[in-house]
């Protein structure tokens, strides 16, 4: 009877081939595998920190929030600052008169310049409005007049004034027109 197959020196051989190609098969699968687990923790870690961020900015939107409701009479006064072009007039009328009689003083007459002027583009623009007071008055009145007009809201603002002191008494001035900026949007 005669033997056929492998001998033991070929089935040996055999089974070093057999290891050497599964410990090769094992380095390269080890290699592939390492890689794709370092780009999916690449993608995991920028996901965590997309996260992160979202979270910082719902939160800061959050405080922002609160901030601005906090500030909310801040905002309406920054809103009331300027005067619409369509009310201008008649608002700065109404101021002026207000302030001429809590002065002490008359407002004879009233111009207003045909059109607002804007120096910078984007800034608010300002319309001129020529008032003329009764002359003479006391020069106390006056500058509370001036005061007021200057700290109103909207924004109004001397633009040019020419004073005279009435002769015989230091105390009364004259003056023929006031200039005012009234500062619109």
């Known amino acids: 009877m005669k033997k056929s197959g492998i001998s033991a020196v070929g089935f040996r051989s055999l089974l070093i081939v057999l290891i050497i190609l599964s410990i090769g098969l094992a380095v390269v699968g080890f290699y592939f595998a390492q890689n794709a687990l370092v ?32 500030k909310q009479d801040v905002i309406i006064k920054s809103a009331s600052l300027l005067a619409t072009t369509a009310n201008y007039q008649s608002q700065a009328i109404n101021d002026i008169n207000a302030y001429a ?12 310049a045909l059109a607002p002027t804007t120096a910078v583009a984007g800034a608010p623009s300002s319309s001129n ?6 002359s003479p008055m006391p020069y106390l009145s006056l500058l509370k ?10 924004k109004m ?29």
Not at 44 to 60: H, L, Y
Not at 160 to 184: A, C
């Open 39 to 70: 780009e999916y923790s690449k993608v995991v870690g920028q996901t965590v920190a997309d996260s992160t961020n979202t979270g910082k900015d719902v939160q800061s939107l959050k405080t922002l929030q609160a901030e601005l409701a906090a």
């Open 129 to 134: 409005i020529t008032v003329s007071l009764t």
């Open 101 to 112: 009689t809590e002065s002490g003083l008359n407002v004879s007459s009233y111009s207003f």
């Open 157 to 185: 603002q001397i633009a040019s004034i020419n004073l005279t002191r009435q002769e015989g008494d230091s105390t009364m001035v004259k003056t023929d027109q006031i200039s005012i900026d009234v500062y619109t949007n």
């Open 145 to 154: 007049f001036v005061r007021l007009v200057e700290t109103n809201i909207p």
